[in-house]
């Protein structure tokens, strides 16, 4: 009987789990495990019944950021209801799973990686592999998840009652408490692949985890803590050179802040940043395209500057940049953290703009202690920006689980503002899902206070 893992490939989560099914294959130990790609919850039973009926273990594997959590639980939901007769496992990841194990294992998910998936994905298929059922340290997995596995389906001779405590997992206890040490390794970036090479599957590559400034609204500092660790220059250049291999046309990449690229602080190292773009470049060649500081990944507004800019001119192919100014209020940008002021996001902008780039200006409304002043000082600024040449990237705020302000509230942003926002939608000045936001926004209070009432 061997583990296959069945990757529910969907939404929030797709890229994560990319990148932890291809952590499989640098353990010498777990390169032969099969992975099956699953679009959907339908996909996931028909696999997941194929893969049972052979003899073999089903392990599906979840990955979902906060505002894809109810959706997910639905579809959790639903895949258990066809699949009762079925011995599988479910195994959550992700920033909300990192951040609310109860919550995710109280939804149905036998068991929770928490923090970065890589290593624990590894010791979890390596423990399967063995014979033994992965659980947290501290105790055996609860009776509920070994029931799971019928004798008749034991794994190995240890029987299901073997068990392997694996750092960074979670599960529930038989009396249902929550048995966790919290996340697991923090690993070099280069240890593991930043996609799934032999599946095919390409995201945008990785190439820092964390984040120095730890901004009050951002989960990024929860998932992977308020320090940076950088991705090689010589290992994103052999990412790069498989994707063209595998007939990839362009690459993007994933940081928290793009012109922090090999640094340890707040510093630009920009001799690092032209190291790993003019590597790309040359493994690219001419025809294909290279985008940085652009989806899914800003620049922080104070490290914008002539020499920055006239780098990234030498090497990538797109004429915009994401900026991260958030608010117009100085007061705003001082209460969440930010670490810059308004100047520096109106210097950033006018930069852009006479090196003949777009700066695409991100904005954050609604947030806790916000007031109609600070939106009409952020409404201010916006219009002042478009003038200057800068589209506007809204957001609304969401009070995500593992951040200061997870308790929070948002505040309502009143119809005028909204109007204004309208207006400048209107004129292709502004872009944004911040109408969506506030609705999961709303939809996360409801979620907290639905626990906090034994709901």
């Known amino acids: 009987m ?72 639905q579809d959790l939901a639903w895949v258990k209801a066809r699949t009762q007769d079925v011995s599988l496992l479910h195994l959550a990841g992700g920033a909300h799973a990192t951040a609310e194990p109860l919550q995710t294992l109280e939804a149905g998910f036998d068991l929770v990686a928490q923090g970065e998936g890589e290593p624990i994905i590894v010791e979890t298929f ?45 599960h529930l206890a038989d009396d249902g408490a929550l048995v966790t040490r919290g996340p697991g390794d923090r690993r070099p970036l280069d240890d593991f692949p930043a996609f799934n090479i032999a599946a095919g599957k390409w995201n945008a590559i990785e190439i820092t985890r964390g984040c120095v400034y730890a901004c009050t609204f951002c989960q990024t500092p929860t998932l992977f803590k308020a320090r940076f660790r950088h991705r090689s220059a010589a290992n ?45 470049r040359e493994a690219l060649g001419p025809e294909r395209k290279l985008y940085f500081g652009t989806f899914p990944s800003e620049v922080r507004p104070e490290h914008v500057s002539v020499e920055a800019l006239r780098v990234l001119k030498r090497w990538v192919d797109n004429d915009s940049l994401v900026i991260g100014g958030q608010s117009g209020s100085e007061r705003m940008l001082a209460r969440t953290r930010r670490g810059h002021d308004v100047e520096a996001i109106e210097r950033a902008v006018r930069l852009c703009v006479e090196e003949g780039i777009r ?50 509230s948002p505040t309502e942003i009143e119809p005028e503002i909204a109007l204004s926002m309208s207006q400048l939608e209107s004129a292709g000045a502004m872009y944004g899902q911040w109408r969506k936001q506030q609705q999961v926004g709303q939809e996360l209070v409801a979620l907290r206070k639905q626990r906090a009432s034994g709901g």
């Open 236 to 280: 994103v250049h052999e990412h790069v050179r498989a994707m063209v291999r595998g007939g990839g046309r362009y690459v993007r990449f994933l940081t928290p802040t793009s012109l922090s690229y090999g640094a340890t602080g707040t510093e630009v190292v920009l001799p690092a940043i032209d190291e790993l773009l003019a590597g790309c």
């Open 2 to 73: 061997k583990p296959v893992l069945l990757a529910h490939h969907a939404r929030s989560g797709a890229t994560a789990l990319n990148v932890v099914t291809a952590a499989l294959s640098a353990d010498a130990r777990t390169r032969e495990v099969e992975v099956r790609f699953c679009p959907g919850r339908v996909s996931l039973v028909d696999e997941a019944r194929q893969v049972a009926a052979r003899g073999d273990l089903p392990v599906l594997a979840w990955s979902f950021y906060s505002p894809d959590f109810t959706v997910s639980a």
């Open 126 to 170: 390596a423990a399967l592999l063995d014979g033994k059922l992965p659980c947290a340290p501290g105790g055996p997995p609860p009776l509920a998840l070994g029931d799971r596995l019928r004798p008749s389906q034991r794994l190995s001779q240890h029987g299901p009652a073997a068990h392997s405590p694996i750092p960074g997992l979670a």
């Open 359 to 408: 700066p695409d200006v991100d904005f954050l409304l609604g947030m806790p202690g916000e007031d109609p002043a600070d939106r009409a000082l952020s409404m201010q600024l916006a219009r002042k920006l478009v003038d200057q040449g800068a589209r506007i990237h809204s957001h609304a705020f969401m009070p995500l689980p593992g951040t200061p302000l997870r308790g929070e």
